[in-house]
Protein backbone atom coordinates (compact mmCIF):
# COMPACT_ATOMS: atom_id res chain seq x y z
CA UNK A 1 0.00 0.00 0.00
CA UNK A 2 1.37 3.42 -0.86
CA UNK A 3 -0.72 6.18 1.94
CA UNK A 4 1.53 9.02 -0.12
CA UNK A 5 -0.03 8.28 -3.09
CA UNK A 6 -3.46 7.88 -2.09
CA UNK A 7 -3.44 10.54 -0.20
CA UNK A 8 -2.29 12.71 -3.22
CA UNK A 9 -5.24 11.05 -5.49
CA UNK A 10 -7.79 12.07 -2.61
CA UNK A 11 -6.49 15.36 -1.67
CA UNK A 12 -6.79 15.99 -5.65
CA UNK A 13 -10.43 14.75 -5.83
CA UNK A 14 -11.21 17.23 -3.14
CA UNK A 15 -9.51 19.83 -4.92
CA UNK A 16 -11.48 18.94 -7.88
CA UNK A 17 -14.90 18.80 -6.23
CA UNK A 18 -13.98 22.71 -4.81
CA UNK A 19 -13.13 23.99 -8.43
CA UNK A 20 -15.79 22.78 -9.88
CA UNK A 21 -19.02 22.90 -7.58
CA UNK A 22 -17.95 26.70 -6.23
CA UNK A 23 -17.36 27.07 -10.06
CA UNK A 24 -20.65 25.77 -11.55
CA UNK A 25 -22.78 29.02 -10.49
CA UNK A 26 -20.40 31.18 -12.00
CA UNK A 27 -20.18 29.32 -15.70
CA UNK A 28 -23.94 28.61 -15.60
CA UNK A 29 -24.77 31.99 -14.88
CA UNK A 30 -23.93 33.36 -18.06
CA UNK A 31 -26.31 30.93 -20.06
CA UNK A 32 -29.70 32.34 -21.63
CA UNK A 33 -32.27 30.31 -20.55
CA UNK A 34 -32.84 28.27 -17.60
CA UNK A 35 -32.79 25.04 -20.00
CA UNK A 36 -29.34 25.41 -20.96
CA UNK A 37 -28.38 26.60 -17.28
CA UNK A 38 -29.27 22.91 -15.89
CA UNK A 39 -27.85 21.44 -18.38
CA UNK A 40 -24.66 23.15 -17.66
CA UNK A 41 -24.72 22.13 -13.75
CA UNK A 42 -26.27 18.60 -14.36
CA UNK A 43 -23.06 17.66 -16.73
CA UNK A 44 -20.65 19.11 -14.21
CA UNK A 45 -21.87 17.45 -11.56
CA UNK A 46 -22.34 14.20 -13.83
CA UNK A 47 -18.47 14.26 -15.49
CA UNK A 48 -17.23 15.46 -12.25
CA UNK A 49 -18.80 11.88 -10.43
CA UNK A 50 -17.44 9.55 -13.32
CA UNK A 51 -13.99 11.26 -12.70
CA UNK A 52 -14.02 10.62 -8.89
CA UNK A 53 -14.62 7.09 -9.42
CA UNK A 54 -12.40 6.55 -12.16
CA UNK A 55 -9.47 7.92 -9.71
CA UNK A 56 -10.55 6.24 -6.60
CA UNK A 57 -10.81 2.88 -8.62
CA UNK A 58 -7.16 3.24 -10.28
CA UNK A 59 -6.21 4.55 -6.96
CA UNK A 60 -7.18 1.60 -4.87
CA UNK A 61 -6.16 -0.81 -7.52
CA UNK A 62 -2.46 0.70 -8.36
CA UNK A 63 -1.54 2.01 -4.66
CA UNK A 64 -4.08 0.11 -2.38
CA UNK A 65 -3.68 -3.38 -3.94
CA UNK A 66 -0.41 -2.97 -4.88
CA UNK A 67 -1.55 -4.26 -8.90
CA UNK A 68 -0.22 -3.69 -12.40
CA UNK A 69 -2.13 -0.58 -13.62
CA UNK A 70 -1.53 -2.44 -17.23
CA UNK A 71 -4.49 -5.21 -16.31
CA UNK A 72 -6.95 -2.76 -15.13
CA UNK A 73 -9.20 -1.01 -18.15
CA UNK A 74 -12.04 1.66 -16.91
CA UNK A 75 -14.06 2.74 -19.73
CA UNK A 76 -17.65 3.29 -20.43
CA UNK A 77 -18.18 1.09 -23.65
CA UNK A 78 -21.37 -0.85 -24.01
CA UNK A 79 -22.03 -4.55 -23.59
CA UNK A 80 -24.36 -5.93 -26.25
CA UNK A 81 -26.76 -8.53 -24.28
CA UNK A 82 -28.27 -10.81 -26.68
CA UNK A 83 -32.07 -12.07 -25.93
CA UNK A 84 -32.75 -15.12 -24.14
CA UNK A 85 -33.18 -18.21 -26.56
CA UNK A 86 -36.81 -19.24 -24.61
CA UNK A 87 -38.39 -15.65 -25.18
CA UNK A 88 -39.87 -16.57 -28.65
CA UNK A 89 -41.91 -19.34 -27.11
CA UNK A 90 -43.21 -16.79 -24.62
CA UNK A 91 -45.04 -14.78 -27.38
CA UNK A 92 -48.76 -16.19 -28.51
CA UNK A 93 -48.28 -15.06 -32.21
CA UNK A 94 -46.76 -17.40 -34.59
CA UNK A 95 -45.19 -15.39 -36.99
CA UNK A 96 -43.29 -13.47 -34.35
CA UNK A 97 -41.91 -16.53 -33.01
CA UNK A 98 -40.63 -17.20 -36.22
CA UNK A 99 -39.44 -13.86 -36.91
CA UNK A 100 -37.70 -13.80 -33.53
CA UNK A 101 -36.10 -17.20 -33.58
CA UNK A 102 -34.70 -16.64 -36.77
CA UNK A 103 -33.40 -12.57 -36.32
CA UNK A 104 -32.38 -13.59 -32.82
CA UNK A 105 -28.75 -12.46 -33.00
CA UNK A 106 -30.54 -8.80 -34.10
CA UNK A 107 -32.45 -8.78 -31.00
CA UNK A 108 -30.33 -7.35 -28.31
CA UNK A 109 -29.68 -5.17 -25.62
CA UNK A 110 -26.84 -2.33 -25.17
CA UNK A 111 -26.03 -2.76 -21.53
CA UNK A 112 -24.15 0.07 -20.00
CA UNK A 113 -23.19 2.05 -16.99
CA UNK A 114 -21.20 4.99 -16.54
CA UNK A 115 -17.70 3.30 -15.32
CA UNK A 116 -16.81 -0.38 -16.47
CA UNK A 117 -13.78 -1.81 -14.95
CA UNK A 118 -12.01 -4.03 -16.66
CA UNK A 119 -9.20 -6.76 -15.05
CA UNK A 120 -7.39 -8.61 -17.82
CA UNK A 121 -10.31 -7.55 -20.36
CA UNK A 122 -12.50 -8.58 -18.79
CA UNK A 123 -15.64 -6.36 -17.05
CA UNK A 124 -15.73 -7.13 -13.59
CA UNK A 125 -17.50 -4.30 -11.40
CA UNK A 126 -20.58 -2.52 -13.19
CA UNK A 127 -19.99 1.54 -11.26
CA UNK A 128 -23.58 3.96 -11.49
CA UNK A 129 -22.59 7.30 -11.01
CA UNK A 130 -24.81 9.88 -9.21
CA UNK A 131 -24.91 13.56 -8.41
CA UNK A 132 -27.57 12.13 -5.86
CA UNK A 133 -30.11 9.20 -6.23
CA UNK A 134 -33.92 8.76 -5.38
CA UNK A 135 -35.64 5.04 -5.20
CA UNK A 136 -36.92 5.53 -8.78
CA UNK A 137 -33.49 5.70 -9.84
CA UNK A 138 -33.39 2.47 -7.98
CA UNK A 139 -35.30 0.48 -9.61
CA UNK A 140 -33.41 0.91 -12.91
CA UNK A 141 -30.39 0.28 -11.22
CA UNK A 142 -31.56 -3.02 -9.47
CA UNK A 143 -32.89 -4.15 -13.19
CA UNK A 144 -29.46 -3.41 -14.32
CA UNK A 145 -27.26 -4.93 -11.81
CA UNK A 146 -29.44 -8.68 -12.27
CA UNK A 147 -29.10 -8.24 -15.79
CA UNK A 148 -25.41 -7.83 -15.66
CA UNK A 149 -25.11 -11.21 -12.83
CA UNK A 150 -27.34 -12.94 -15.14
CA UNK A 151 -25.98 -12.68 -18.34
CA UNK A 152 -22.30 -12.04 -17.16
CA UNK A 153 -22.26 -13.72 -14.38
CA UNK A 154 -21.45 -10.19 -11.98
CA UNK A 155 -22.30 -10.68 -8.44
CA UNK A 156 -21.50 -6.98 -7.45
CA UNK A 157 -22.76 -3.31 -8.53
CA UNK A 158 -21.86 -0.47 -7.06
CA UNK A 159 -24.07 2.86 -6.51
CA UNK A 160 -21.34 5.90 -6.13
CA UNK A 161 -23.71 9.08 -5.56
CA UNK A 162 -22.31 12.48 -3.91
CA UNK A 163 -25.59 13.06 -2.08
CA UNK A 164 -28.58 10.69 -1.01
CA UNK A 165 -32.45 11.65 -1.40
CA UNK A 166 -32.83 7.40 -0.60
CA UNK A 167 -34.35 8.59 3.04
CA UNK A 168 -33.18 6.75 6.07
CA UNK A 169 -29.48 6.91 7.15
CA UNK A 170 -27.57 6.65 3.53
CA UNK A 171 -26.43 10.32 3.92
CA UNK A 172 -25.25 10.25 7.72
CA UNK A 173 -22.37 8.06 6.84
CA UNK A 174 -22.43 6.42 10.07
CA UNK A 175 -19.83 3.65 10.60
CA UNK A 176 -22.96 1.42 9.74
CA UNK A 177 -25.95 2.26 7.95
CA UNK A 178 -29.26 0.72 8.17
CA UNK A 179 -30.74 2.31 5.06
CA UNK A 180 -34.27 3.00 4.26
CA UNK A 181 -37.84 1.37 4.53
CA UNK A 182 -38.33 1.87 1.03
CA UNK A 183 -34.62 1.44 -0.57
CA UNK A 184 -34.05 -2.23 1.56
CA UNK A 185 -37.73 -3.78 0.23
CA UNK A 186 -36.48 -2.55 -3.36
CA UNK A 187 -32.91 -4.27 -2.87
CA UNK A 188 -34.70 -7.08 -1.19
CA UNK A 189 -35.65 -8.11 -4.83
CA UNK A 190 -32.18 -8.05 -6.34
CA UNK A 191 -30.31 -11.02 -6.63
CA UNK A 192 -27.21 -9.17 -6.47
CA UNK A 193 -24.84 -6.94 -3.68
CA UNK A 194 -25.69 -3.34 -4.61
CA UNK A 195 -23.32 -1.49 -2.33
CA UNK A 196 -24.66 2.35 -1.90
CA UNK A 197 -21.38 4.89 -1.22
CA UNK A 198 -22.44 8.11 -0.70
CA UNK A 199 -20.18 10.93 -0.34
CA UNK A 200 -21.34 14.02 1.24
CA UNK A 201 -23.15 14.24 4.42
CA UNK A 202 -27.24 15.11 4.50
CA UNK A 203 -30.14 14.48 2.63
CA UNK A 204 -30.10 16.02 -0.71
CA UNK A 205 -32.24 19.29 -0.94
CA UNK A 206 -33.71 20.38 -4.14
CA UNK A 207 -34.72 23.49 -2.81
CA UNK A 208 -30.92 23.58 -1.22
CA UNK A 209 -28.05 22.94 -4.93
CA UNK A 210 -24.71 22.53 -3.50
CA UNK A 211 -23.26 24.70 -6.40
CA UNK A 212 -25.17 27.00 -4.34
CA UNK A 213 -22.27 29.28 -2.28
CA UNK A 214 -24.92 28.98 0.90
CA UNK A 215 -25.80 25.27 0.64
CA UNK A 216 -22.38 23.83 -0.22
CA UNK A 217 -21.19 21.07 1.43
CA UNK A 218 -17.28 19.77 1.67
CA UNK A 219 -16.20 16.67 1.09
CA UNK A 220 -14.48 14.96 4.39
CA UNK A 221 -11.22 12.95 3.10
CA UNK A 222 -12.56 10.03 5.83
CA UNK A 223 -15.35 9.23 3.42
CA UNK A 224 -13.04 9.28 0.34
CA UNK A 225 -10.96 6.86 2.60
CA UNK A 226 -14.27 4.37 3.19
CA UNK A 227 -15.11 4.56 -0.64
CA UNK A 228 -11.99 3.41 -1.62
CA UNK A 229 -11.88 0.79 0.97
CA UNK A 230 -14.79 -0.12 -0.49
CA UNK A 231 -13.62 -0.23 -3.66
CA UNK A 232 -10.70 -2.08 -3.14
CA UNK A 233 -12.58 -4.32 -1.68
CA UNK A 234 -14.40 -5.29 -4.36
CA UNK A 235 -11.78 -5.63 -6.88
CA UNK A 236 -9.53 -7.55 -4.06
CA UNK A 237 -10.29 -11.05 -5.89
CA UNK A 238 -9.03 -10.05 -8.86
CA UNK A 239 -5.49 -9.37 -7.20
CA UNK A 240 -2.50 -10.95 -7.92
CA UNK A 241 0.25 -12.03 -5.36
CA UNK A 242 3.23 -9.97 -5.92
Known amino acids: MNQAMIKKSLDGII ?16 TETDRAYGGIVRAGKGELVESMVRTLVE ?18 KKIKVLM ?10 LDVQKFLRKNSKE ?14 KELVLPIECKAYTENAMIKRIIFDANLAYEYMNIDLYILFQLESQLGGDFSELNKKTYGSPSTNTLLSYSDVKIDIITILEGERKVDKPIHKPEFYKPI ?23
Open 15 to 30: FAYDKLIKGIEADAID
Open 220 to 242: KYENLEIALLKIGNALRKFVWSL
Open 107 to 120: QFYKFGTDVHVFID
Open 84 to 93: KSDFPDKIDD
Open 59 to 76: TAWVYYLDQDKKRLNIDK
